[in-house]
């Protein structure tokens, strides 16, 4: 691990992680980082400064994947990034510069990451990210993974919403998902071509995500 807190966890793929308190949970929060090749890619940025990850190479764009992952978006684009955002962000943070906003056969940041705009559930608008090189799914809030070694309350909060122990969604999912396009879309993420799975809360999963995804989607 580096002195700014970057962690490879792949080649190519570095994450960091930062303290996040949700509705009175400590929850934690992950930015990924990848190393492209025209440039670095930071997903779901955090309260870091964008020169922390000058290390592995120069940051390019930065992807505010939903919305609610947007609250440390502002100073990398100060730094200059090109910003990408979830369907609907751009009206909520209009005092940030977007260059886009992910939609349908969007591929701003070259063939090596593939994105899917899902529109299943309005509260998010999320979109998930593939990095293909690496066989790494990129999420933050379509699903969990909370360990026993989270704190006590975190995972009692989450046990109440459905929400632990394991990868899993929570009620807010099962009670505002459109469960038709749901099932459309997470049956087309299942098709790609990953094994692990990387969210902004809880617990990587190093190998076997793609049955980890499938089976916190069970209740479809």
């Not at 978006?73 to 910003?83: I, N, Y």
């Not at 940030?96 to 090596?112: I, L, N």
Request: with cysteine; proline share 6%; hydrophobic share 50%.
């Amino acid at each position: 691990m580096s002195a700014n807190g970057l962690r490879e966890v792949a080649v190519g793929v570095h994450v960091v992680e930062a303290p996040q308190r949700f509705m009175g949970l400590e929850v934690g929060a992950r930015m990924t980082v990848l190393e492209l090749a025209g440039g670095l890619l930071v997903h779901s940025p955090i309260a870091l400064e964008p020169a922390a990850v000058e290390e592995v190479g120069t940051p390019r764009w930065v992807l505010a994947p939903n919305l609610l992952h947007h609250l440390y978006v502002g100073p990398w684009a100060a730094a200059g990034l090109e910003v990408w955002g979830a369907p609907g962000l751009a009206e909520k943070r209009p005092d940030v510069r977007f260059q886009g906003t992910v939609g349908p056969g969007s591929r701003p940041f070259g063939a090596e990451v593939e994105l899917m705009a899902l529109g299943c559930f309005g509260m998010t608008n999320e979109v998930v990210a593939l990095h293909r090189p690496s066989r790494t799914l990129i999420v933050s809030d379509l699903v969990f993974n909370f360990a026993p070694t989270a704190p006590w309350l975190t995972r009692a909060g989450m046990w109440c919403l459905c929400g632990y122990p394991g990868c899993r969604t929570t009620l807010l999912e099962r009670v505002g998902m459109r469960r038709a396009a749901a099932r459309r879309e997470v049956e087309a993420l299942l098709g790609w071509d990953f094994d692990r799975l990387i969210m902004a809360h809880g617990e990587i999963i190093e190998t076997g995500g793609k049955a980890a995804l499938r089976g916190a989607f069970g209740w479809l």
